[in-house]
């Protein structure tokens, strides 16, 4: 291995540290307690270091939002892959979706509430982004309906589901009713 190829490993290395701390304080404190100087001393890294990889805190909220979009969409497709039909696959996308917002709020925000400077729904929009809505619409194209664009169902139903997740978050809908709720928004929704 060169010195050249040591130092990018390297630098990858303390990049996906830097997200995974900043990621961990963020779930544990919410994102007011990420800042560089608490970052720098939990890596044992100056803030030097720290801006040589991400020019402030929206950098590293973008990185962990990219990272979410990546693991959403591998919580959706494999959740979906059990399925045997339309409408079960439908169900356990709603069920991943809203499981993943609940297990990790901090992540969660960072890709949906959140400035991480990520352009979304434009041609620049990045990969894991995409990806993310592609598994959405894997399995969502299937059940919109005749003469009903396949996008924007899955749009409308994302949308859906974001609202579901944050009004549950936020207490404002008692989460013993999911599961009623997620059935009512397939049953509603999903043409089969």
Request: zero cysteines.
């Amino acid at each position: 291995m060169s010195v050249q190829e040591r130092k990018q490993r390297e630098r990858a290395e303390r990049e996906r540290l830097i997200v995974a701390t900043a990621r961990d304080i963020a779930e544990q404190q919410g994102w007011d307690a990420v800042t560089t100087r608490r970052l720098a001393e939990r890596i044992e890294y100056s803030q030097p270091v720290l801006y040589s990889h991400f020019r402030g805190k929206r950098e590293i909220i973008g990185a962990v939002a990219l990272e979410g979009a990546a693991e959403l969409a591998v919580a959706v497709r494999a959740a979906t892959s059990r399925a045997n039909d339309p409408r079960e696959r439908v169900t356990a996308l709603a069920r991943a979706y809203l499981e993943f917002a609940a297990r990790n709020p901090a992540v969660y925000d960072a890709m949906f509430q959140l400035d991480g400077g990520l352009a979304f729904a434009v041609e620049d929009t990045p990969q894991p982004l995409k990806d993310a809505f592609a598994a959405l619409l894997e399995s969502l194209g299937e059940v919109a309906g005749e003469n009903v664009h396949p996008g924007l169902f899955t749009e409308v139903f994302w949308a859906a589901l974001h609202g579901l997740a944050t009004l549950i978050r936020a207490g404002r809908l008692p989460p013993e009713h999911t599961e009623s709720r997620v059935k009512l928004l397939v049953d509603r929704l999903a043409v089969v």
